[in-house]
């Protein structure tokens, strides 16, 4: 491949920095035509650039999986601080009760 910029690949298929960054994040994918554009910069297909639909597919089925596994562990994080919470909660309750009746 060759050693290129973001701003130097933009400026030769004709579109911002901003553009290409996107597409090497995989948060925004080029147009058809900028797709055919960067393949014949590079001298390769665009399968050879991008991968696969299987392999797309995989890799963000894998990102999805990767965020699910982040929240379930926040949801499981914060079910087992229950029981702490109550506890505290417990000891505060007691707390003004027995202050109440002194």
């Known amino acids: 491949m060759k050693n290129i910029s973001q701003l130097e690949l933009a400026e030769h298929i004709g ?10 994040l995989g948060t925004g994918y ?3 035509s900028n797709l055919d554009k960067i393949a014949c910069y590079f001298n390769a297909t665009a ?7 299987l392999e797309i597919q995989l890799e963000i089925g894998h990102d999805n999986i990767d965020e699910y ?9 914060a079910r087992n601080a229950i029981p702490e919470i109550l506890s505290f909660q417990e000891k505060i309750n007691n707390m003004v009760r027995s202050e109440k009746f002194e």
């Open 15 to 24: 579109v911002g920095k901003a553009t290409i960054s996107k597409i090497e």
């Open 47 to 53: 399968t050879q650039l991008f991968g696969t639909e």
């Open 69 to 77: 596994v982040k929240k379930a562990t926040t949801i499981l994080e």
């Open 30 to 32: 080029p147009t058809f």
